[in-house]
């Protein structure tokens, strides 16, 4: 059986390709909430959204960018002996904010080493007013811009039941947008959301491979202590999907992926102490391991499945 060198288009090969050395991304914490945590939308959240956002391993959102950065930097470059870095805003809807702020923290994260600024946000919190800056800036002050958007899955259905407060449309809006302002885009996504099946997670992949998006992060679904999700874990309502299950469906995913999208992730990472439930009681890479195994042991990699779209499925 043939086995592909590459499984997958890692980031890590993406990022040193791209600027010749190791980049490692530098969490960044602003003062910043959601529309769907502060009343606007909802005051809930997502079901499975704790109270610090995903930014459990940032610095507090009081101190400067620019500080931030650079003592996040200094403890990377002494550990990892890194030069470049990806400035990373992370937590809540990090352009859920007064254009004036938000232009301010952009350009202070475009400091020396820092190659690129990566913007977490939610489909419905970006417009054209801020991809017009963000592309303007890219360009003076020669930095990578790549936004990161929340989808998990394209049925929504399970949007509504995750009580994510946008649809599909807002995702396909948001990314439609953001490549016309030429600026990079990266989905997030749980390829084992208990109420969705196989189907989805390949429609998930489809959809992304249509609408060009750069990089994809998938993430395992981890249940953290008070929130919805896990109340409704702790009263057996839903139950996580076995391990055998989530590895065929992040291969099924990898296989109707284009090749050229990026993967940033694929598996998940939660604080331990917050955690009812997170990879089957496994550390990150172990996952991670296995599921390479069993993509080598079976020929399966990253596109095989690829060639469904502009016709090729019936047009020989
Ligand atoms: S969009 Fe993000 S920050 Fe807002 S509630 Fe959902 S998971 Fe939390």
Redesign the pocket.
Known sequence: MEVKATLYNKFSDYLKNKYGTKVYKLPVNLPV?????DGCL?D???I???EE??GFESLPNYVPVSEQLLRNAAYIGRNYSAHKFIAYFQ???NTYLPFEDFKRYVTNACMENVVAIYI?T?PDCINDRYLEFLNETSKTMQKDIVIEL?IQTVNYKTLKM????HTLAEFIDAMLRIKRFGIGSCAHCIVDLPMDTMDDVVETSKVLSALGVDQVKCHSLYILKDTVLGEMYLRGEIKPVEFEEYIERVISFLEYLDPSIVIQRLAGRAPEERSLFCNWGMSWWKVLDMIEEKMKAEGRYQGRKFGYLNGETCIK
């Open positions: 909430s959601c529309p769907n945590r909802s809930k959240g997502c499975f959204c704790g956002g995903a937590n809540y809807s977490s939610r929340g995750l009580n994510r407060g």
